[in-house]
C-alpha cells in the first residue's frame, strides 16, 4: 500500500494519497484548496525503534568521502 505525498502548486500545501489497491479509484485534489494542479515530492524515509535500549538500539550514519564528493551509510536496527 504506497503512499505518495504531493505539493499543490496552488497553495504550496503538502497532502499525501494512500493507495490501496492497483485498480481503486481515488480522489486527486489538493484537500486544502480543491485544486488539481499538484506535483509528486520525494518522501522522507522515518524509522522509529521503541522498546529497546542501549548500544545499537537507534540509527547510526557514517560519513566519508568518496567520488562524488560525500556518502552516508546508514545502519538502522531491527530484527535480528
Known amino acids: 500500500m504506497p503512499i505518495y505525498e504531493f505539493k499543490c502548486l496552488k ?3 503538502c497532502f499525501e494519497i494512500l493507495i490501496m489497491g492497483r485498480d481503486e479509484t481515488v480522489e ?3 484537500p486544502n484548496c480543491g485544486s488539481e494542479d499538484f506535483e509528486r515530492i520525494l518522501s522522507a524515509a522515518n524509522h522509529a525503534v521503541r522498546g529497546t535500549s542501549g548500544p ?3 540509527a547510526m550514519s557514517t560519513s ?5 564528493g560525500s556518502c552516508t551509510t546508514y545502519d538502522i536496527p531491527g530484527p535480528d
Do not use: L
Open 64 to 68: 566519508r568521502s568518496c567520488s562524488s
Open 28 to 30: 486527486t485534489k489538493c
Open 11 to 13: 497553495c504550496n500545501d
Open 56 to 58: 545499537g538500539s537507534s
